[in-house]
């Protein structure tokens, strides 16, 4: 079977101001870069639907729902947070990016692609079950968890987080949910603050201190992600795929390379072949350095097409 690759114009009209890392360009450097190594016609494409109501509300409550509809703005720039904003589209990419992590859900567990990743915007993994922040506002990885668990009655869902943040929002909707494990790794001290007081068993996050090279990086893998996953035995596993701790993002400070990528895509692959018949969807979290993280989606997609 094939990589479905999962993405929608719509996510290139979400603008949060001049200058802002988040930004259209990143999604045009990773559609160039596919095309470039060839890859581009090797994936099946799919275009991202919208998002329903009742599978947002999985997730993130109704009121906090309605806010976003109602501050929506009809022209202009709306922040939300000091780092997060709408403009007249965002919403509309919003719903394009969680719909298309429930479409790549349903080809993946319905077999109609054995694995798939989202080229989405905005990202999600810091939207709470109430609460936009950090360039998110729906949680859309959380989204498709969600839907595995509700509409397709997975029993065990593990969610792999290597963006340099930490993924507070996921954590902040699952970290209650017996049938969910996340194992994460991020840079600590460093926004969004969280991730090692209060976490539950479930919550197998792992802080890096700034200057971490790749292999660190790589014994994260190995001796804490795998161990935790194996005993997990997960039905279906879901990747927030941030490159921003690549050595060159301008965001962060940790020292990975795309080896160290390689090898992080590589083993959680090979283990989602032994426990869920390879069921795998990636969803795009941060990378804000164009040339980096093209070059790390390309090495990500290479190991999901199994080359």
């Keep these: 079977m094939h990589t479905a690759f999962i993405s929608h114009p719509d996510c290139l009209l979400h603008e949060m ?24 016609n090797t994936l099946e494409h799919y275009v991202a639907p919208l998002v329903t109501r009742a599978q947002l509300e999985r997730v993130h409550t109704a009121a906090y729902i309605d806010s976003l509809e109602a501050r929506a703005p009809a022209s202009g720039i709306v922040y939300l947070d000091p780092d997060t904003a709408m403009n007249p589209h965002s919403l509309r990419a919003a719903y394009r990016a969680a719909g298309a992590v429930v479409l790549a859900t349903d080809l993946v567990i319905g077999g109609k692609a054995a694995n798939a990743f989202c080229s989405i915007r905005p990202p999600g993994h810091h939207a709470e079950h109430d609460r936009a922040m950090g360039f998110c506002l729906f949680n859309n990885i959380a989204v498709g968890v969600a839907h595995a668990i509700q509409a397709h009655a997975l029993e065990r869902v593990a969610v792999v987080d290597f963006d340099v943040h930490h993924g507070n929002g996921t954590e902040d909707i699952f970290q209650d949910n017996p049938r ?3 194992v994460s790794t991020f840079q600590h001290p460093f926004y969004p603050y969280s991730g090692v007081a209060g976490r539950s068993a479930r919550m197998v996050n792992i802080p890096l201190a700034a200057g971490s090279n790749g292999e660190k990086f790589r014994s994260v893998v190995s001796e804490c992600w795998l161990p935790a996953l194996e005993a997990f035995k997960p039905q279906m596993l879901f990747i927030s795929a941030g490159f921003d701790a690549h050595r060159d993002d301008p965001l962060a400070d940790l020292q990975v390379t795309g080896e160290g990528f390689r090898f992080m895509t590589r083993h959680v692959l090979a283990l989602a072949d032994r426990f869920c018949g390879g069921k795998v969807v990636s969803i795009l979290e941060g990378g804000y350095e164009t040339s980096s993280l093209t070059s790390c989606i390309e090495i990500h997609i290479r190991e999901l097409l199994g080359e």
Aim: proline fraction near 7%.
């Design 17 to 40: 101001g001049l200058h802002h890392p988040e930004c259209p360009a990143r999604l045009n450097a990773i559609e160039d870069q596919l095309i470039a190594s060839g890859l581009m």
């Design 180 to 182: 969910v494990l996340m």
